[in-house]
């Protein structure tokens, strides 16, 4: 059996034809190929698939699809605008905030909302916004470096779609 979920992604409104058991990762890469989200763990501990879902970071792998009926979802390719990085897009780049970059995507994700209720975090801040996202190569120390810098940034408001 399969039900139609409407929502947006990023903006822009898509309708699929999904399982009751679907999650919400599997329509966002699987049906629309949103793959910024990453497949981690699939249960819920290590923050690879974070979105946000009317402005609030979920686990994608963990958020059954139809949950989001009529809610606006935003993944890390949504936090760029006019062509233009989010600001913490450019300050991971910038700060070497990336290596592997399999966390990077749920990082992202975690911080832009942080920086959406809370302009000027400090680093622990920062810290408490990305408690639930894991990486296991960079040490954090970076990631932190560039959350700051981007919440100095002019342009960090804009927020997700
Ligand atoms: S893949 Fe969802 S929390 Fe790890
Ligand atoms: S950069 Fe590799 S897991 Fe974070």
Known sequence: MKY????????????????????????????????????????????????????????????????????????VEGLARDGKPHPLQQAFHDHGASQCGFCTPGMIVSLAELLEKNPEPCRD????????????????VKIIDAAMAAARSPHKKGGPA
């Open 4 to 75: 139609m979920l409407s929502f947006t992604v990023n903006g822009a409104p898509a309708d699929v034809a999904v399982g009751p058991t679907e999650t919400l990762l599997d329509v966002l890469r699987d049906r629309l190929g949103f793959t910024g989200a990453k497949r981690g763990c699939e249960t819920g501990d290590c923050g690879a698939c974070t979105v946000l879902v009317d402005g609030r970071s979920v686990r994608s792998c963990i958020t059954l699809a139809l949950t989001v009926q009529g809610k606006a979802v935003t993944t």
């Open 125 to 140: 801040d920062a810290r408490a916004a990305i408690a639930g996202n894991l990486c296991r190569c960079t040490g954090y």
